[in-house]
């Protein structure tokens, strides 16, 4: 009985580190995916390249209307999503005619060079935005009040980002979770979720703004969404009610929130301009 016990233990032993060197050795892979693009792709989007560098290499985000005289906003898209995915989305809307748009890759996405992380994130946002200001003819202090953010899932950590490192007062989040680790936990259960080594942390950041004062946000999440529960989003609307406008989509799907509901999405928006 001893032995068979014993041998019982060391196989679930050897099944869980064999777990955890997957989750260590591939979780990147199963965060990110990254995609590249056709020539044709990037000439139809109409978008300008912005060239610029980080500790990755080169790194290219795209501009809209930089002619613009409106607000300026940064564009971060999902996880399995280019950013020029997201160009026509905003394309023929009246009321942001006169708004420049931003679309930011991510590393290793569409032309940009090297690996993502939520580091490599964050410094892709510092070294894009004195480019930006160049592009615009505008100083920092000029360009800084102008700016908003626009993220869905993955994007509304990065957009998180920009707001907080780039004091950013404004912004719509789409499907955002409460942290890379909550969702470690709801996908592979504690332990496991301790290995989790890209540490985006929605609400660590929300805090920081809401220290900060001042900053407001409209977060819109579906009722059906399968990849992040919308208790994610209820629950940093619950705890940051003075920050956070949330509203709900009666049957949206994760992807799907962008096109169910274009009209509250676009309403959001003009919500933070």
Request: hydrophobic share 45%; glycine share 6%.
């Amino acid at each position: 009985m001893k032995s068979l016990v014993r041998h019982s233990a060391m196989f679930f032993l050897r099944v869980f580190a064999g777990l955890a060197v997957m989750l260590l050795l591939f979780q990147s892979c199963m965060i990110y995916h990254p995609r590249g693009y056709e020539e044709s792709f990037i000439q139809a989007s109409g978008a300008e390249p912005l060239r610029y560098r980080t500790s990755q290499g080169e790194q290219v985000s795209w501009i809209r209307n930089p002619g613009g005289a409106g607000m300026v906003w940064l564009v971060f898209a999902g996880n399995g999503t280019r950013a020029l995915d997201l160009v026509s989305y905003f394309n023929r809307v009246p009321d942001f005619e006169n708004d420049v748009f931003v679309h930011v890759d991510y590393p290793a996405y569409g032309r940009c060079e090297g690996r993502p992380s939520p580091a490599a994130i964050s410094e892709s946002i510092r070294n894009v935005l004195p480019t930006l200001a160049k592009r615009l003819d505008l100083k920092p202090e000029a360009l800084q009040p102008r700016l908003r953010v626009f993220g869905h899932s993955l994007g509304a950590a990065a957009a998180l980002i920009a707001m907080d490192e780039e004091h950013i007062d404004r912004g719509v989040l789409i499907a955002p979770f409460s942290s890379m680790k909550s969702m470690a936990r709801l996908r592979v259960g504690w332990p496991l979720c301790e290995l989790l080594h890209h540490r985006f942390d929605n609400e660590a950041v929300i805090s920081s703004l809401q220290a900060r004062g001042g900053c407001h946000l409209e977060v819109i999440h579906g009722t059906a969404d399968e990849v992040i529960p919308q208790a994610q989003s209820e629950a940093l609307a619950a705890k940051f009610p003075d920050v956070i406008a949330y509203h709900v989509v009666d049957g949206a799907f994760h992807n799907h929130i962008l096109t169910s509901d274009r009209d509250l999405v676009f309403k959001s928006m003009a919500a933070v301009r």
